[in-house]
């Protein structure tokens, strides 16, 4: 009982010692090597590379409407993207706040890593459509050396793959949600009245 009222508080974790707590644990149950972005890390090579064959004139005055174009396209794509993203949250936060599997994941401390996981999702789908937007802009002024334009390219690339990523994360994530509180509940004493076997 003792147990349980540590793990319950009426004020959310912070992200950042949530995030720093989850990663210890990671490191803890499967080593080193689980906390290494491998997924983030291949989206920074292909796109640094696709940026590196991408020519020179992409970034010239006269093809300026090809380039805002393209990042205009991306923008668009990134804010769907969200939006699915949100979708996907919002459907995660109705199975959160069901009675008692919502009591249940609190009392046993897991609603925070939950809660946690949706953060990071977000935060990275909003960085997408920040450096994108960035590009968008930086296409427009005149001036920007081509070194920081590839760069900025490879950069909206990059968040762009791994945004999409964790829009297909929160999908799978919800979906497994929706899954486990269907469980929980069938399996619950007052889903008919009597305790059923989760073996």
Known sequence: ????????????????????????????QRGALAIIPFVLIACACVSGAVAGFIPASF???????????????????????????WAAFSRIYDVLLRGEFGKYLMKNGLLNDYILHITYMHIFEVVAVVATANGLVSALLPNIPLLLSRLIFAGCLMWTAYAVKQAVTAVTAMNDLVWQAAFFEANSPSASGNVHSIR
């Open 1 to 28: 009982m003792t147990k349980q009222k540590n793990n319950m508080n009426d004020q959310r974790p912070r992200f950042l010692p949530s995030a720093l707590s989850a990663i210890q644990k990671e490191s803890e």
């Open 59 to 85: 970034w010239s005055p006269e093809k300026r409407e090809l380039s805002v174009a393209f990042y205009a396209g991306v923008l668009t794509f990134n804010g769907l993207t969200l939006a699915l993203g």
